[in-house]
């Protein structure tokens, strides 16, 4: 198993320009994250989504959009790219149990991206 | 989620065990005391987690005070390998919230040769 793949492993944007970070994974999880890491600080939830079709605003949504259109994929989508943006880009994917998401979630080796 | 305050940096000896604290003074009944290390960048990486009862797996063992308000996270013999970010986290298993993992700025752990 590959675990959870992130594409591209870096990227440079210039302001106003969009693209899409792409996420897979292949075990089968219900449960997929975005999340970014500033430099020195800890990661925040952008997205996240429960199964195909059902996605929900994490703590730092605004400017980004998602999709979850399969169970293998969830895509970050970057709309009109700012300064602000330069980030490492985490996606992660988990399995359920019981009521919740799981107790351990799997993450990709991230997107680094710089806006200029 | 409850916050967890963990002290900014450590150093450890290899080969000796490596006790990193964190305090989870308003840890509520429901919530789970999970740990997380992030290996230079990379993506984190799941270590363990518990409720009350300590626990022990093949990475490390996790300590829970009585209270709850506490906990340590032991990796018995630091090697190199485990020189990372360590990353205390509280985070109820189901519910509003559960969906997100809060991480803080951690512990930078340094194993020292």
């Known amino acids: 198993n590959a675990g959870v793949t992130q594409t591209p492993k870096f990227r440079i944007l210039k302001i106003g320009q969009s693209m899409t970070l792409q996420c897979t994974q292949d075990?089968?999880?219900?449960?997929m994250y975005w999340y970014r890491q500033d430099p020195g600080m800890g990661l925040k939830l952008i997205y996240y989504s429960v199964g195909a079709g059902i996605t929900d605003k994490g703590e730092v949504p605004n400017g980004y959009n998602v999709s979850r259109s399969t169970t293998e994929d969830f895509p970050l989508r970057l709309e009109l790219a700012a300064p602000s943006q330069t980030s490492v880009y985490f996606c992660?994917?988990?399995?359920?149990?019981?009521?919740?998401?799981?107790?351990?979630?799997?993450f990709g080796q991230g997107t680094r991206l710089t806006v200029v | 989620d409850a916050k967890t305050t963990q002290p900014p940096s450590m150093d450890c000896a290899e080969g000796r065990a490596a006790n990193l604290p964190c305090n989870h003074s308003t840890i509520s009944g429901n919530e789970y005391v999970y740990w997380y290390r992030q290996i230079h960048s990379q993506g984190p990486q799941y270590i363990i987690h518990?409720?009350?009862?300590?626990e022990t797996n093949e990475m490390a063992s996790l300590i829970i005070t009585e209270d709850r308000k506490s906990s340590t996270l032991i990796l018995p013999h630091a090697t190199l390998r485990d020189t990372a970010v360590y990353y205390c986290?509280?985070?109820?298993?189901w519910g509003a919230g559960s969906y997100q993992l809060t991480f803080g700025k951690g512990t930078k752990l340094s194993v020292i040769p």
């Open positions: 518990g409720l009350k009862n300590n």
């Open positions: 986290i509280v985070r109820a298993d």
């Open positions: 992660a994917s988990s399995s359920p149990k019981g009521q919740g998401p799981g107790t351990e979630a799997f």
């Open positions: 075990m089968n999880h219900n449960y």
